[in-house]
């Protein structure tokens, strides 16, 4: 019997995959910042800013943040085709469709079950990355492609069509069980409405007394008269929206329209004023009236550092579409791609908590740091900021990914990473343990927990009978205790409520350690830089 066959996209090396190490953050005090005056209503500080790699620093959040965030927004690189010299495109592509997959995988899992992601693309691979996001996240909880217009402009020496739009692929996490936030109503939709006979009800618009009839309902005669001696049916091929007795009352509210001479064919008047409780579904085409276009974004990052603007920001529009569809105030909202930090700026000016991951540290101090400090300052005048009513408060902290735990002597033997303290060192080997970091300031060998009863000790020390001994003795039989230690001299029979493991063995072949750029799945590829106005296929935005 065959095995049962699927749809799939295959690629050059789509089944390898990086043993990643988790690895732990660590804070820089001197790069976070908080408010100069406290704001009671907005003073969030557990905001996040982190430099490193950002495969790496997804897995490093993963252990704390499974199934929390409610948004994940990301703007890839879009694979241009000048990352690479000389590799022919099938290389170049599987290299793209890998370093996408890895990271989307471990996005998946982050992602809470009534939360949502949403990728910026172009058509470049577009198409590709859908097929891809089907496999990971189950074609089921495919939502919509929207289309952005990035340019209101076309360029007259384009050799095919001139580029104006970019999509954005939108899945949910469990599409059964999300639902978009409704878009409120727009003064162009309000301007629609009119009260040509001064009704008591307000503005109102016509609207047709019949509908398209569906294939399985049977015609069927009806006929009305009104008050004024109109005789009405539907038209062929439609129904009626309401029954004789509906129709009556709202002939008898004047709420049936016969046109300016009384003669027209009747329509029942739609009151904006009812519409109000109603709001509309998003279109699934964003115009740039609505959320903004590359020249846009480019004079806010402007604002930030004139001499030196991205050459692809987001508008601050844009975001706050997707975050008004997507999230509420207090939802956590993650992106791993920050760029020039637009995500970040236009999450806390909306009453959203933030994490972002950055890969180039200089971007982090020209960009992203700057633009935060006049938002939490109430000092950034551009993008949604009136429109938000944002008037600055909160806060961030800055991280960088910790170094890899393991690294080889000069021997070539793999040992404990010298830059690890006690406390980095017990951090990190309950996150491969899998063990809540915790430590006790009254129990010394408590530094985390994986229940009530189960815990976990780390010491670089070289343990004896009589310590192992002791230690049994204070955990009792009614816990358990995982003992990493760089040596031990017992009979590890001797202590039932212990498990004694040595370090750095233990993990060993857990992960790729010294591993600390995921930016390239194929060894000795050159890097090109991207030509100006490009995305690089590498890590962040050019």
Known sequence: ??????????????????????????EEPVKSYHAKHRVASTDVFDNRLIFGDNLLALKALEAEFSGKFKCVFIDPPYNTGSAFKNYDDGVEHSIWLSLMRDRLEIIRRLISDDGSLWITIDDNEAHYLKVLCDEVFGRANFVSNAIWQKKYTVSNDSKWLAETHDHVLIYARNKEGWRPNRLGRTAEMDSRYRNPDGHPKGPWKA?????????????????????????????KGAS?????????????????????????????????????????????????????????AREEVKAINPDD?????????????????????GDLVLDSFAGSGTTGAVAHKMGRRWIMVEVIEDTCQTHIIPRLKKVIDGEDPGGITEAAGWKGGGGFRYYRLAPSLLEKD???????????????????????????????????????????????????ASLTH?????????????????????????????????????????????????????????????????????????????
Not at 207 to 231: D, H, I, M, W
Not at 265 to 275: C, D, G, M, V
Not at 503 to 513: A, F, G, K, N, T
Request: hydrophobic residues 35%; negative net charge; contains cysteine.
């Open 1 to 26: 019997m065959s095995k049962k066959q699927k749809l799939e996209l295959t690629w050059i090396d789509k089944h390898v995959r990086p043993k990643l190490e988790p690895r732990i953050l660590l």
């Open 207 to 235: 609207t047709p007394l019949y509908a398209k009839r569906t294939g399985s309902e049977k015609e069927q005669a009806f006929e009305f008269v009104f008050k004024n001696g109109v005789s009405w049916s539907p038209p």
């Open 240 to 296: 009626p929206r309401f029954p004789a007795d509906a129709l009556r009352r709202m002939d008898d509210n004047d709420e049936i329209w016969f046109g300016s001479d009384g003669k027209a064919n009747p329509s029942r008047k739609t009151f904006l004023s009812e519409l109000k409780l109603a709001e509309p579904p998003a279109p699934t085409i964003w115009l740039h009236t609505d959320v903004g276009q590359n020249h846009e």
């Open 309 to 329: 603007a991205f050459a692809t920001p987001k508008p601050e529009r844009l975001l706050q579409r997707v975050l008004e569809l997507a999230t509420n105030p």
């Open 410 to 460: 000069k021997w070539g033997n793999w040992v404990i990473n010298h830059d690890y303290n006690a406390a980095m060192l017990a951090e990190a080997l309950c996150k491969l343990e899998g063990f809540t970091y915790a430590p006790s300031d009254a129990v010394y060998w408590q530094h985390g927990h994986s229940t009530e009863r189960d815990f976990v000790y780390v010491t670089t």
């Open 466 to 542: 009589e310590q192992l001994q002791q230690l049994a003795d204070e955990v009792g039989p009614e816990r358990s205790l995982l003992v990493l230690c760089t040596a031990f001299r017992a009979k590890l029979d001797a202590y039932p409520n212990l498990t004694v493991k040595k370090i750095p063995r233990q993990v060993l072949s857990r992960c790729e350690w010294g591993h600390d750029d995921y930016s390239l799945q194929v060894e000795n590829l050159p890097k090109e830089p991207a030509k100006p106005g490009q995305q690089s296929l590498f890590d962040g935005e050019v």
